[in-house]
């Protein structure tokens, strides 16, 4: 076969950087999305009398027709035609002749590539704002479930104040609502139209980008085309939303192994989403939760290499460009799956209430609560804090919890204690005077259901 695009040259190329420079073996996903904007492309031209109507129609007819043979899987890839625009032309020239050599008047693969992904992009967008509406309604599901279940709230990893397992759900549902956010956005800077930048320095045929960017769906066409073909942007910000993504789901992966250890009890995860171990016949290991964590370093990865092809590209178009595909299409791969299976995984979690329970009484979490107490009789804060403090270290002396002492042993603290302390010692009564707005008390909680609920529909 004669050299690609090889006019200019006489000799053949190397095998070796024939294989270095192929990418139709990753890029081949993209043909439905190269052949939506072909179809839109040939269009155009022919309302703009650039190519005969003929043409557009014997154009248009061959390329549906492929890509009924890509959806059937009957294409057949041929690396040496490098990548998915050229193996489409020239199935396309096979079909229809010498018309379908016209199709590319006006445009360059640099434009063609750019649109494709910023169509594709824009699909991958919103499956993943879906796929991140079902994990939050699955969050809330087991939530309002739950809705009465106190748990211990952990600062350093230690004992810190009780809060309800549901206001701790809704942290993770507002981490992923700020997930879904931040794709809509990305969504209006990937729905701009490069087509028609062609190489780099636009076009000198009398196209009509509007109509393309109409066709397509496109929100408005890009304002300048050095920018527009060499423009990753968006793809980096993709990559870092999805890392962003992976690191919610990572935290979270990370107390759900640390709550089904024998350690803490809090959950089950069921069968379906654990394994069991090759040599310990006890074991149930939340490997999907082990697995989602180890995957974020993954899309870490793919987010730091697009930054670093970036990083010393000079204008406009050059081949290091190429490289971009494969660390998005991984990212996104790997975050719609992460997604998928999490929302799975949520409804199988068994709560064990009476684990959660026996471990809100431990840690002396009502210490600030007591110091509140002090502060509501008048005792400044800061002096309310040392004196829950050797209080505390009383009952450490002394094996003591802080529900288990009597009025008299308070008192020998401070005299401002009466029997009303009692009032504030339970997980229940600690939980419910965290009555503002964002706090764990019932009914702000329920109230932030009701919203969240309402924002995921």
Not at 180 to 201: D, K, T, W
Not at 359 to 372: R, S
Not at 397 to 405: E, H, I
Request: charged fraction near 25%; glycine fraction near 8%; hydrophobic fraction near 45%.
């Amino acid at each position: 076969m004669s050299k690609l695009w090889g006019g200019r040259f006489e000799g053949k190329t190397d095998n070796l950087v024939e294989v270095l420079g192929e990418s139709v073996s990753y890029d081949a996903r993209l043909a439905p999305w190269d052949i939506l904007g072909s179809i839109a492309h040939a269009t155009m031209l022919g309302d703009c009398g650039i190519i005969a109507k003929g043409d557009v129609k014997k154009i248009i007819q061959g390329l549906r027709a492929i890509n009924k043979a890509v959806a059937a899987g009957e294409m057949t890839w041929d690396t040496a035609l490098e990548d998915v625009h050229t193996n489409i032309e020239v199935a396309l020239v096979d079909r229809i002749g010498d018309a379908g050599k016209r199709l590319h008047t006006g445009r360059s693969r640099n434009d063609q590539i750019a649109t494709d992904m910023r169509l594709w992009m824009r699909d991958q967008i919103d499956v993943i704002v879906l796929s991140l509406k079902e994990l939050q309604n699955a969050l809330l599901d087991l939530a309002e479930a739950h809705i009465d279940v106190i748990l211990p709230g952990f600062t350093h990893l230690q004992n810190a104040q009780p809060v309800l397992l549901a206001h701790h759900l809704l942290a993770y549902v507002e981490m992923l609502a700020r997930d879904e956010e931040r794709f809509i956005q990305l969504r209006q800077r990937v729905n701009v139209l490069p087509l028609g930048s062609a190489a780099m320095a636009g076009t000198p045929y009398p196209i009509d980008r509007k109509q393309v960017a109409t066709l397509l769906g496109f929100d408005s066409i890009s304002r300048n085309s050095m920018d527009a073909v060499s423009d990753r942007d968006h793809m980096i910000e993709f990559c870092s939303g999805a890392s962003l993504i992976m690191m919610h789901l990572s935290r979270f992966s990370e107390e759900l192994i640390l709550w089904s250890s024998s350690a803490f009890g809090f959950v089950e995860i069921g069968d379906a989403f654990t394994t069991g171990s090759s040599i310990m016949p006890q074991k149930k290991n939340p490997d999907v939760a082990e697995l989602v964590r180890g995957k974020t370093g993954r899309v870490y990865g793919d987010l730091t290499a697009l930054l670093t092809l970036m990083k010393g590209l000079p204008m406009t178009y050059n081949r290091d460009l190429q490289e971009d595909k494969e660390a998005l299409f991984d990212a996104s791969d790997t975050v719609q799956l992460c997604l998928a299976v999490f929302t799975r995984m949520i409804p199988s979690i068994a709560i064990q209430r009476e684990a959660m329970a026996h471990a809100t009484a431990e840690g002396f979490m009502e210490a600030t609560d007591l110091a509140d107490y002090l502060v509501v009789k008048g005792v400044p804060f800061r002096e309310a804090h040392g004196i829950i403090g050797r209080i505390v270290l009383f009952c450490t002396q002394n094996s003591r919890r802080l529900p288990d002492l009597t009025l008299e042993e308070y008192q020998r603290f401070s005299p401002s204690f009466d029997k009303a302390v009692f009032n504030v010692l339970t997980p229940g009564a600690i939980v419910k005077r965290r009555d503002n707005p964002g706090g764990t008390a019932p009914r702000r909680v329920r109230a932030a259901l009701k919203q969240a609920r309402r924002r995921c529909r």
